[in-house]
């Protein structure tokens, strides 16, 4: 018998019980649109995360101040405290071919205000090269200039919310405003962007970083951003980075360098887990189908007794009857496979359209394991029953109408 | 064609030992019309069983077409009766769902024969039996006699040797049971060896040979050798 005379016979049997394998077909389906579905959520909360850290910036490198690290033991007897970040910082960690850019930042807040209005807003102070780090775009006017970093301009450049609570609908560029104590000239806006890990450029007002400094009355760093020109200069930049502030620090590796990559690394993995985890509950579904396949098979087998004895008279081996069951099986599990993938697609594409902001979709193979994990259950669970219809005695078969 | 030695059948009914059959001998030759006849449980349908090779003697030795085949395996016999033997069965035994021609077709599936030329052979057994018209019925829009005439022509299909009926009348009217023992002789006439277990006597009288058997044994084989 051919693969496809066996599938052609197992067809005509299952077209011959429609409500058993009807509903057999929907319990299979419910298990893979289980799985395409759940792991299309958690795919798609997975995409809009790491989507999130790359909009930070792609070979980014956060150098903060401290060392970051828990390492157990006692704790020093010379107390080690950590050198603080400092402009100067900033411009020796420029020395390097595997650095491109670096953008020392200072984060504090003060209440900006122009006419009778005031507002309380996020003042980041910043070098023009933040520009490019964080990816901003301007709606009016232009960044922060290129220029002496220790000399700056009494300049500032507005988020979208904070200009439209200020301003409302006048123009704002040309006008001074005051932060805290001291007076600066708007240049720029900044396009509306929304959140972005945690901050919202919309409520910000970046001034050159210097005149944070003295604004804050401070003269260190909050964060020194480091940008390295590809994926590859990462570790380099990344032990550059280090060397040079241990180097200027005594020989006391006091900062933390956080990269991009890293933190990327750990939520993919993280969420990549969980996707997994939830397909793998789903999946429990379709061995339940497994089990339901097999009592499918099971009654099939003893209402068709006579069948098989007919079968073992007409010469039919033993081997042959079973593929006949297992062709059965197996054509169940992958027409309920592909009525659940359809089902799945169905609501997956149904939640984009309810939810444009997440990406959901299906990971590919969460598709492929969820038709082979069908489609195994569903052998697994028939390789009983067709034993059972091979091992008939023909005979007594026979004899059972 | 066919020589039985010594052929045993014991079962095991709860414990206690029962002879179907008991120390048969028999020789059967090519193009031979036999009828094996008996009261019930007189062990006629168990022979049958065993010269079809669905069932294993307990003791004895078969030959079939000079070659031992008592000690086959399950696989080499379900080859022997796929390219030499055909049974007729009291109730048919057609598929339900299936229909007529494909009913017919199956042997032919069973044994792997290209579509191409099953379609070609379907269609001349059909016309053969007078079954053309009715070649896309299901079974249960047939009536008795056709569908044993069903039965006959996926019986036929591989040409075998040997063909065996178990009571091929007993669940028909008299006009389609005649009909279709005369099916069955035409197809003696042509060569195949026929086998017929039956109770009733005018159809059992039929055959050019006729054994009787009682409690396992043959009591009388008449017109052997005549």
Redesign the interface.
């Known amino acids: 018998m051919t693969l496809s005379d066996h599938l052609g016979y197992a067809f005509t049997a299952l077209r011959g019980a429609r409500l058993r394998s009807g509903l057999m077909l929907l319990a299979m389906a419910i298990g893979v649109a289980a799985v395409v579905v759940l792991s299309a959520l958690g795919e798609g909360a997975r995409r809009y995360v790491v989507g999130e850290f790359a909009s930070l910036g792609t070979h980014l490198l956060i150098v903060l101040p401290g060392r970051n690290e828990t390492t157990g033991g006692a704790p020093p007897l010379v107390s080690e405290t950590p050198r603080d970040l400092t402009l100067d910082d900033a411009e020796a960690l420029k020395r390097s071919r595997h650095v491109r850019l670096v953008a020392p930042i200072n984060v504090g807040a003060a209440t900006v205000s122009w006419g009778g209005r005031e507002r309380e807003a996020v003042v980041m102070g910043a070098t023009h090269e933040i520009y490019e780090v964080r990816h901003f775009t301007m709606a009016q006017g232009s960044f922060l200039p290129h220029g002496d970093v220790r000399h700056p301009q009494p300049v500032a450049v507005l988020g979208a919310r904070v200009k439209r609570e200020l301003f409302g609908a006048a123009p704002a560029l040309g006008e001074r405003i005051r932060i805290g104590e001291r007076r600066f000239r708007v240049i720029g806006v900044l396009q509306e962007q929304g959140q972005s890990l945690g901050m919202n450029t919309d409520d910000l007002a970046i001034i050159p970083v210097m005149a944070a400094q003295s604004l804050f009355n401070v003269n260190t760093l909050f964060r020194i951003l480091v940008e390295a020109p590809s994926r590859e200069a990462i570790e380099p930049a990344q032990r550059h980075v280090i060397a040079t502030l241990k180097a200027r620090h005594d020989g006391e590796e006091d900062v933390t360098v956080i990269t991009q990559e890293s933190v990327l690394a750990t939520f993919d993995r993280i969420l990549g887990a969980l996707t997994m985890t939830v397909s793998g509950i789903a999946a429990i579904s379709l061995v339940v189908a497994g089990v339901l396949i097999m009592n499918v098979m099971l009654v099939a087998v003893a209402q068709r007794t006579a069948e098989i004895g007919l079968l073992k008279a007409l010469g039919a081996p033993a081997r042959a009857i079973q593929y006949l069951f297992l062709a059965e099986a197996a054509l169940l599990s992958l027409l309920g496979a592909a009525i659940g993938l359809a089902i799945g697609q169905a609501s997956t594409a149904l939640l984009r359209h309810l939810y444009p902001a997440l990406p959901f979709g299906a990971p590919l193979w969460a598709i492929i394991a969820a038709i082979l994990v069908a489609l195994g259950t569903g052998l697994a669970f028939g390789v009983l029953p067709a034993r059972r219809a091979a091992r008939l005695d023909p005979v007594q078969a026979l004899a059972r109408r | 064609m066919i020589r039985l030695q010594g052929i045993e059948r014991i079962f095991d009914v709860g414990g206690q030992q029962e002879h179907a059959l008991r120390d048969i001998n028999l020789c059967v030759e090519r193009g031979d019309y036999i009828s094996i006849m008996g009261p019930s449980g007189s062990g006629k349908s168990t022979l049958l069983?065993i010269i079809?090779l669905?069932?294993r003697p307990s003791a004895g030795r078969y030959e079939f077409e000079q070659r031992d085949i008592t000690a086959l395996s399950?696989?080499e016999q379900?080859?022997?009766?796929?390219?030499h033997?055909g049974?007729v069965?009291q109730?048919f035994?057609l598929?339900?769902?299936?229909t007529a021609a494909?009913n017919i077709e199956?042997?032919l599936?069973?044994?792997?024969v290209p579509t191409a030329q099953r379609r070609a052979r379907v269609a001349q057994t059909l016309k053969a039996y007078g079954l053309a018209e009715r070649a896309h019925h299901r079974p249960e829009q047939l009536s008795g006699g056709q569908r044993q005439r069903v039965a006959i022509g996926?019986a036929t299909i591989i040409e075998p040797g040997l063909l065996l009926a178990d009571e091929p009348t007993g669940n028909l009217d008299r006009t389609s049971g005649h009909e279709v023992v005369e099916i069955l002789e035409q197809l003696n006439a042509r060569g195949i060896t026929l086998v017929v277990v039956t109770h009733d006597p005018e159809l059992g009288q039929r055959a050019r040979r006729r054994l009787h058997m009682v409690d396992g044994a043959i009591v009388e084989d008449m017109g052997h050798g005549a």
């Open positions: 069983n079809g669905l069932d399950d696989n379900a080859q022997v009766r796929r390219e033997i049974f069965f109730f035994h598929i339900p769902r299936l494909e199956l042997p599936v069973l044994s792997g996926r």
